[in-house]
């Protein structure tokens, strides 16, 4: 086995997964696949796990050793590789803590994520001026170079987002950014170009009216729901509070937020719904 992991941890979980996938089908236990490969036992049940980053020419013998298509040897070294590489955030050493790493490696690899935001224009959202006020006020001992610096790894994180990104927003997050600056004028203009055209560069906006019916969601701050491309990496819920943030996959938790999402998302408007032009006066 090589080292722990540092990369897309995502992508190692479908190494991980696909890997005992191929045992079982093959009718062998995880001793079995060692005493072909003349490896400890523990080793086979750490791939399984995701728990270090194992060798290539490892997870070949081992694909080998259960009948495994070509190409499907070739598709799992290819998750490997990605599972190697370094996250683009590893330049942000400085300010990234463990847990926002793993956010990051979440984000950067979805096929689809979808966001409630209930009272503030959400991370994925927000143009450079508004995400400033809302960095300083969120880093108050701050000096200049830091918000800088915090700003551009939220930029960096806009860059790298993967998938696509369907926002619920409340019209409560209009009321809130009414005073007029440039900053918030940037940042209605941004939101009004992805109410008025779906799919704009990957987005889909829908907004809900203040006066629409009460729905579950609104008893908590934003959600995210997070989705990945490959079948055997379940949905995560992502949950935020003033000072953490909460990543799970319990499918109880998932399933709960899910469907109050599409309760939230048959009270707002449809997409291509203009928001409220007295907001954008």
């Given amino acids: 086995m090589s080292r722990s992991p540092d990369g897309p941890v995502l992508a190692l979980r479908v190494v991980a997964q696909e890997a005992r996938a191929h045992r079982e089908r093959a009718g062998m236990t995880a001793a079995d696949a060692a005493r072909r490969l003349g490896v400890h036992t523990v080793t086979v049940l750490r791939l399984e796990r995701g728990r270090t980053v194992p060798r290539a020419d490892l997870l070949e013998r081992l694909m080998k050793v259960y009948g495994a298509e070509p190409r499907q040897t070739t598709g799992l070294?290819?998750?490997?590789?990605?599972?190697?590489?370094?996250?683009w955030w590893k330049?942000?050493?400085?300010?990234?803590?463990?847990?926002?790493?793993?956010?990051?490696?979440?984000?950067?690899e979805a096929a689809l994520s979808r966001v409630y935001a209930p009272a503030l224009v959400p991370e994925?959202?927000?143009?450079?001026?508004?995400?400033?006020?809302l960095l300083a006020l969120r880093h108050p001992t701050a000096d200049e170079a830091e918000l800088d610096r915090r700003l551009e790894l939220l930029l960096a994180r806009q860059r790298h987002r993967g998938g696509r990104l369907w926002v619920l927003l409340e019209e409560a997050v209009l009321d809130r950014a009414s005073a007029h600056s440039e900053a918030v004028d940037e940042q209605r203009r941004a939101l009004a170009r992805y109410a008025a055209e779906p799919g704009l560069d990957g987005v889909t906006l829908q907004w809900i009216g203040a006066d629409a019916a009460p729905h579950p969601l609104l008893l908590n701050g934003q959600v995210d729901l997070v989705r990945h491309p490959h079948r055997l990496v379940p949905d995560h819920l992502v949950l935020r509070v003033l000072d953490a943030v909460t990543v799970t996959d319990t499918p109880e938790r998932v399933d709960a937020y899910a469907t109050a999402m599409d309760v939230a998302a048959q009270r707002a408007h449809e997409p291509g719904t203009p928001l409220p032009r007295l907001r954008f006066l």
């Fill in 91 to 108: 330049g942000y050493g400085d300010l990234v803590s463990r847990r926002l790493e793993g956010l990051l490696r979440l984000e950067s």
């Fill in 77 to 87: 070294l290819e998750q490997l590789e990605r599972a190697r590489r370094p996250g």
């Fill in 124 to 133: 994925p959202l927000r143009t450079p001026g508004y995400a400033r006020q």
